[in-house]
């Protein structure tokens, strides 16, 4: 029997027939703007808030002032009070990024890992992770040892991955080999605004669904529908290309 951790997040733990695979990482892919960040927070909130299963959030473009004002606006209220009484470890930018080298970052954060009291960790986002590597080869032995560490922990893993492609066939990275699920958030501008649309491509060990969904963002973050009529869609004439 598989384990499960589930998103808490409305229509995505559907698609993804349960949950994510407990102790796997799992690949969060979209351009700027998309909701990466978005899913990610409220993956960790909904962790503490509706599973009892407290998180580390690792951001290494934001200060943790910002992370909370940020996880606050989108409604998550009680973003600064998990923080404060231990439920949610964020280590930002200005501890991140004080090491010159990834080992000595990675040693701040193995007693957490280690401890068993956290179950789900954010990895936000890969792109400023990788500035610790000199080349290809240098950053797929590190993530490798990053993603077995965390696995070994019984971590519960996202990682954001900064895309520049609208459409994610067009662009397939190292990194989408090196984790064992893949979600997409796909952004289409229209007359009115952008739609936006969540694709799992991957989620190993588990049968998911692999259509394209539409979602929406809103206060209290990201909806998943399950009907495409539930969604304005691109019209005929529209051209994402």
Not at 28 to 52: H, M, R, T
Not at 118 to 136: G, W
Request: overall charge negative.
């Amino acid at each position: 029997m598989i384990e499960l951790t589930k998103t808490g997040i409305d229509g995505l733990d559907e698609i993804l027939n349960g949950g994510i695979v407990k102790n796997s990482t799992t690949l969060v892919s979209g351009n700027p703007g998309a909701g990466k960040s978005i899913l990610c927070l409220q993956f960790i909130y909904n962790g503490v808030e509706q599973f009892d299963e407290k998180g580390i959030y690792l951001t290494f473009e934001e200060d943790e002032e910002d992370l909370r004002e940020a996880a606050e606006s989108i409604g998550f209220d009680k973003w600064g009070e998990y923080v404060d009484n231990g439920d949610i470890k964020v280590y930002d930018k200005k501890v991140l990024l004080r090491e010159n080298d990834f080992s000595s970052s990675l040693e701040l954060l193995l007693d957490d890992f280690e401890d068993n009291d956290y179950d789900r960790v954010v990895l936000d986002s890969l792109a400023m992770f990788e500035l610790f590597f000199e080349n290809e080869q240098e950053k797929r032995t590190y993530l490798l040892k990053f993603t077995d560490i965390l696995s070994q922990n019984d971590l519960t893993t996202l990682m954001t991955n900064e895309q520049g492609a609208v459409f994610p066939e067009t662009e397939i990275g190292l990194e989408n080999y090196l984790t064992d699920g893949n979600i997409y958030l796909i952004q289409t501008p229209t007359e009115s605004g952008v739609n936006r649309y969540v694709w799992v491509a991957k989620m190993r060990k588990q049968d998911i669904e692999t259509d394209i969904f539409p979602m929406e963002i809103s206060h209290g973050g990201i909806r998943v529908h399950q009907n495409a009529s539930a969604f304005s869609m691109m019209s005929e004439d529209d051209n994402p290309l």
